[in-house]
């Protein structure tokens, strides 16, 4: 079993920065490709970035492309999402998770352990 905790969300203003954070614990960490999620009320879960178990390898969503990095640090067990020109349609529930095989789906069923999520609000 993995546990997932997040942090870093907030209340910003649009074009501010933020970044969060997933710290890990439990089995071993750099097995697993991670995602970062994000879910506003009323709407479904939504991918926002995918990193590889090295962390080479980089996926985005097209929204937050250009505007949000993902990186990793497995000595560290954690994995963050830095996210620039920031927008109020960023706005939701943030939530990091482990993929089961591989790296880079976009799909939440492809996602094992997830954490208990952190809220971003970006008013205009």
């Known amino acids: 079993q993995l546990q997932l905790v997040e942090s870093g969300g907030g209340l910003v203003q649009a074009g501010d920065s933020l970044t969060l954070s997933c710290t890990a614990s439990g089995r071993d960490f750099s097995s697993y490709g991670m995602g970062w999620f994000r879910q506003a009320p009323g709407k479904d879960r939504e991918y926002v970035a995918g990193v590889s178990r090295s962390g080479g390898g980089r996926e985005y969503a097209d929204s937050v492309k250009g505007r949000f990095t993902i990186s990793r640090d497995n000595a560290k067990n954690t994995v963050s999402l830095q996210m620039k020109s920031l927008k109020p349609e960023d706005t939701a529930v943030y939530y990091c998770?482990?993929?089961?095989?591989?790296?880079?789906?976009?799909?939440?069923?492809?996602?094992?352990?997830w954490g208990q999520g952190t809220q971003v609000t970006v008013s205009s």
């Open positions: 998770a482990t993929e089961i095989i591989g790296w880079g789906s976009q799909r939440p069923r492809d996602y094992e352990w």
